[in-house]
């Protein structure tokens, strides 16, 4: 469940003026994703304001593949989003029995795995996570997960529940401000102020790493692309993936999973990738750019470029 905000006590009423602004700011953004139909815009008291600093929300109950498999089926069943049954996506991951069998031996042996989506829908990254979880079979993963979400996300409910605590049920839950074109137009046009983005940043940076020293963490999901992914004419845009989130592949993961999915017209369609170990000076870059991209290009029909960050 979400924590209340008396967890944090001790704001300021200029903070908290820069957090309602900020607050606004993000409930306008994910209102537009609300109109899509996929979601709706959770209620909030004129006051609300989210707390900037509240960045992890831990698993919830007890760790079960069952109740992760039923939830994401109602989101993508008839009463959710109506695509094809969650059982597609386990379907595909099964399809690759060494890709599972290798993701087991590196996480048996103590290392971590980071799975890396598209970015075309906000639940793209959580459905595939959460069959990776189910087609490995171990209930032990789910609370050695991890899941990153932008903030927006907390302002959302899918099939009568918060988006936060129906993702609660397949692992921890850690919410980031990115760096990407979308935080910077909003802070550049005084929506957000620069340093809530550098209190959130800085809290992820020390849960995480916290996380990481006590050895809480086998599997993280993420979809690298900063903001979703954009069509024009026939192509499709993959955002460049902020210098943060580099870095964090490459500092603490040992191996890469990527996957591909694109829901339209009411059908999933999904590829799951080898693990990959980056080389010497391989980055998080050159596997969007050659290993995501044309996965994504392949099951969309469609002309993928990722999008470099400019130097």
Same mark, same amino acid.
């Given at each position: 469940?979400?924590?209340?905000?008396?967890a944090?006590?001790?704001?300021?009423?200029?903070?908290?003026?820069?957090?309602?602004?900020?607050t606004?700011?993000l409930?306008?953004?994910?209102?537009?994703?609300a109109?899509?139909?996929r979601?709706?815009?959770?209620?909030?008291?004129?006051?609300?304001?989210q707390?900037?600093?509240?960045?992890y929300?831990p698993?919830?109950?007890?760790?079960?593949?069952?109740?992760?498999?039923s939830?994401?089926?109602?989101?993508l069943?008839?009463?959710?989003?109506?695509?094809?049954?969650?059982?597609?996506?386990?379907?595909?991951?099964?399809?690759?029995?060494k890709?599972?069998?290798?993701?087991?031996?590196?996480?048996?042996?103590?290392?971590r795995?980071?799975?890396?989506?598209?970015h075309?829908?906000l639940?793209?990254? &959580?459905? $595939? *996570?959460?069959?990776? #979880?189910?087609?490995?079979?171990?209930? @032990? !993963?789910?609370?050695?997960?991890?899941?990153?979400?932008?903030?927006?996300?907390?302002?959302?409910?899918?099939?009568?529940?918060?988006?936060?605590?129906?993702?609660?049920?397949s692992?921890g839950?850690?919410?980031?401000?990115?760096?990407?074109?979308?935080?910077?137009?909003?802070?550049?046009?005084?929506?957000?102020?620069?340093?809530?983005?550098?209190?959130?940043?800085t809290?992820?940076?020390?849960?995480f790493e916290?996380?990481?020293?006590?050895?809480e963490?086998s599997?993280?999901?993420?979809?690298?692309?900063g903001?979703?992914?954009?069509?024009?004419?026939?192509?499709?845009?993959?955002?460049?993936v902020?210098?943060?989130?580099?870095?964090?592949?490459?500092?603490?993961?040992d191996?890469?999973?990527?996957? &591909?999915? $694109? *829901?339209?017209?009411? #059908?999933?369609?999904?590829?799951?990738? @080898? !693990?990959?170990?980056l080389?010497?000076?391989?980055?998080?870059?050159?596997?969007?750019?050659?290993?995501?991209?044309?996965?994504y290009?392949?099951?969309?029909?469609?002309?993928?470029?990722?999008?470099?960050?400019?130097?």
């Open positions: 469940m979400e924590r209340s905000q008396e944090f006590p001790g704001l300021t009423p200029e903070q908290i003026a820069m957090y309602a602004a900020a606004k700011s409930r306008n953004q994910a209102a537009r994703h109109n899509l139909g979601f709706k815009l959770i209620e909030r008291p004129d006051d609300y304001y707390d900037f600093r509240e960045v929300y698993p919830v109950n007890e760790p079960s593949l069952e109740i992760i498999a939830t994401c089926r109602r989101i069943g008839e009463d959710g989003l109506g695509y094809s049954n969650f059982d597609t996506l386990v379907d595909v991951f099964y399809s690759n029995a890709a599972i069998q290798q993701a087991k031996d590196i996480m048996e042996s103590g290392g795995i980071m799975l890396i989506t598209s075309r829908e639940v793209d990254v &959580a459905m $595939v *996570m959460a069959a990776a #979880q189910y087609a490995i079979g171990s209930t @032990d !993963i789910v609370k050695r997960t991890r899941l990153f979400v932008g903030p927006i996300t907390k302002e959302l409910e899918i099939v009568g529940r918060s988006a936060i605590e129906a993702l609660q049920n692992g839950v850690i919410v980031s401000l990115p760096d990407t074109d979308s935080t910077e137009e909003q802070i550049a046009s005084g929506e957000i102020d620069r340093s809530i983005k550098e209190v959130t940043n809290a992820v940076k020390d849960i916290d996380q990481i020293i006590n050895d963490i599997l993280v999901a993420t979809a690298p692309s903001s979703t992914d954009q069509e024009t004419n026939n192509i499709i845009t993959m955002r460049p902020s210098r943060g989130t580099d870095v964090l592949a490459r500092r603490y993961f191996a890469l999973w990527p996957a &591909a999915v $694109v *829901m339209s017209d009411k #059908q999933l369609v999904f590829e799951v990738g @080898d !693990i990959l170990i080389s010497k000076g391989e980055t998080l870059h050159d596997v969007m750019e050659n290993k995501l991209a044309p996965m290009q392949r099951i969309s029909g469609k002309n993928v470029v990722y999008q470099r960050p400019k130097k």
